[in-house]
């Protein structure tokens, strides 16, 4: 029998903005992003390093994304967050980048190489994701183009089809695995796709050892609308 809460292992996700270039209709940010948009601030981001940190000291750390409900590159000190993040999680764990790509060219791509992250150019904007990945590419740090689920759920001539229903059923990897999220303002989240802060269950600021992890939400939101089943 499953049992709940779980702690938490690893860090997956830091928010570093909620702000986006982009207002796509299946997003959270469409019609308005019922959080604040707003850049984390430099301390947050070091007190989440610090909890990162933890869990790479419990040998549980096993990959950190820099990505959210926003735009990453739009943070004001971008490169210097994925240096300080390379460098809190060692040589050898992935780093992550998600993009639309509207940002990146050969100069981004070029500062961000020496910290070897693995980028994911999204199929937002098909005619600037071409130019990033390529761009990227040249600069040997593409790892692929986002489109998994996202492309078979939605129309995109502008019609949503509901996704949480469309895409493949799958377990969650987050509760399973014990995976948390930082949001933008510190809290430690359950969920990638808490776009409202509903599955908070800590902060960066609490000790790293207590934060937990249970399914979250209501008949509207959360784990019961979710693609992903409970684990």
């Given at each position: ?11 997956h ?5 909620t ?21 984390m ?23 950190l ?75 040997g ?45 510190g ?45």
């Open positions: 029998m499953n049992s709940y809460p779980r702690p938490v292992r690893d860090i996700q830091i928010e570093l903005t702000r986006c270039n982009l207002k796509c209709h299946y997003c959270p940010h469409y019609p308005e992003l019922p959080r604040a948009k707003e850049d601030a430099w301390e947050t981001f070091e007190a989440a390093l610090s909890v990162v940190r933890f869990f790479v000291r419990e040998g549980t750390q096993t990959e994304s820099l990505t959210g409900i926003g735009e990453a590159v739009l943070h004001p000190r971008f490169l210097e967050a994925v240096a300080r993040s390379r460098e809190a999680i060692g040589p050898h764990r992935q780093l992550t980048i998600t993009t639309n790509g509207i940002l990146f060219d050969d100069a981004l791509c070029a500062a961000l190489a020496p910290y070897r992250p693995a980028v994911f150019v999204s199929l937002h904007r098909p005619e600037k994701a071409g130019p990033a990945i390529e761009a990227a590419k040249r600069a740090i593409l790892a692929g183009t986002n489109a998994s689920f996202a492309t078979s759920a939605f129309d995109w001539a502008g019609a949503q089809r509901n996704w949480f229903v469309s895409a493949p059923r799958t377990k969650c990897e987050y509760l399973r695995s014990g995976w948390a999220v930082i949001l933008v303002d809290r430690v989240t359950t969920c990638c796709l808490d776009a409202d802060g509903s599955g908070v269950v800590g902060s960066v600021w609490d000790d790293p050892g207590t934060l937990k992890l249970s399914p979250w939400g209501d008949e509207k939101v959360g784990c019961s609308v979710c693609h992903m089943s409970v684990p």
